[in-house]
């Protein structure tokens, strides 16, 4: 993020996606163009004896209206953009963090040792034997073992049943919402 | 009950904006630097409403609101069957009189400023013309109201109030 857009921050986002620079973007550029237009009035109107009138003056202030109208449109939108951002990010980490507490709290349920929840986590996400006893630097001996143990304090036969216990609490909070 | 924000404060500030200066023009200064200089903010006012028309999204962009002759014909079907068929933004009879409306503006505007022109000096026809013109407007702007309050008891939403706010409150 280049560090010409850090005054943005003022509008409170913590992340910076696309849309959110295309729009500070466009918002930069009609403010400038706004501006200008207006200090133009201005200074036909007091420096170069401008009479208010005529064909050149008329037309700036029709634009300039509704430029400050495009203005007011755009903040406005920005605005709402930022505010739905933030709620959908937290809504995630919300959901994120759920996920995590139940995992613990399930894993807490089958009094599972501090060993045991690594190679459970592990098995979770889809690894096998092999790449857990090399992350755990333990042998796959152990490892299965350890599995074993866990899938006996879960009351399931094997991997595929601790998955579809997680599976399960997921499409449960899914249909709750 | 739901609100639906469906006119931005572009359209808005450009609608009432339009109103003031047609009105003023056309009833209090009819002619001189007054006339004259309302005359080319409107003529501002539009241009920045056209380019609106083009880059905005939502129901202020032109592509949006066309009333094709299969869109046309359904409405009024709708109507001569009683059945209320309900438009977010503008329905397609309206938008005809969108376009119509607009497209007058602009001849009235380019054709007052031809009138100031040395070019026209002198000569009464390019004034004739503006004057058809804003009569033709005039009409319009008539059978705009009519259309607005008919289609607000039809359809039991208050179009001019959404025209103030912005929002309309969809039953």
């Known amino acids: 993020m280049s560090s010409w857009f850090k005054p943005m921050r003022f509008l409170s986002f913590d992340t910076e996606p696309r849309e959110i620079r295309i729009l500070s973007a466009g918002l930069v550029l009609s403010g400038v163009c706004t501006a200008f237009f207006t200090l133009d009035i201005v200074s036909d109107l007091f420096f170069d004896g401008y009479i208010p009138g005529g064909f050149h003056l008329g037309i700036e202030v029709g634009v300039v209206v509704l430029s400050l109208a495009v203005l007011v449109f755009h903040i406005r939108e920005m605005r709402r953009f930022f505010r739905r951002h933030r709620r959908v990010v937290d809504q995630v980490r919300v959901a994120s963090g759920e996920f995590a507490e139940v995992i613990n709290a399930l894993f807490d349920q089958w009094q599972l040792t501090p060993a045991e929840r690594d190679v459970a986590i592990l098995l979770i996400k889809g690894l096998g034997f092999g790449a857990i006893a090399e992350a755990r630097s333990s042998r796959e001996g152990t490892v299965k073992a350890q599995s074993n143990a866990i899938y006996r304090k879960a009351g399931v036969t094997g991997r595929h049943e601790l998955l579809a216990l997680f599976l399960d609490e997921l499409l449960q909070d899914a249909q709750s919402e | ?171």
């Open chain 2, 1 to 171: 009950m739901t609100d639906v924000r469906v006119w931005d404060p572009v359209v808005r500030i450009f609608h009432w904006g339009t109103v003031f200066i047609v009105f003023t023009n056309f009833f209090l200064f009819d002619e001189g630097k007054v006339h004259e200089f309302l005359g080319y903010v409107l003529a501002g006012l539009l241009a920045v409403r056209l380019l609106w028309g083009f880059v905005s999204t939502g129901y202020a962009r032109f592509a949006n609101f066309l009333p094709t002759s299969a869109r046309l014909r359904q409405h009024l079907t709708d109507i001569k069957q009683g059945a209320v068929s309900v438009e977010i933004g503008h329905n397609p009879v309206g938008a005809l009189m969108i376009f119509n409306l607009l497209g007058t503006l602009i001849l009235v505007c380019v054709t007052g400023h031809l009138a100031t022109t040395d070019r026209f000096w002198g000569t009464e026809w390019m004034e004739e013309i503006h004057e058809f013109f804003s009569a033709w407007l005039m009409i319009s702007v008539f059978l705009h109201v009519g259309g607005v309050l008919l289609e607000s008891f039809r359809s039991g939403i208050n179009l001019i109030h959404a025209m103030f706010n912005g929002i309309k409150r969809m039953p």
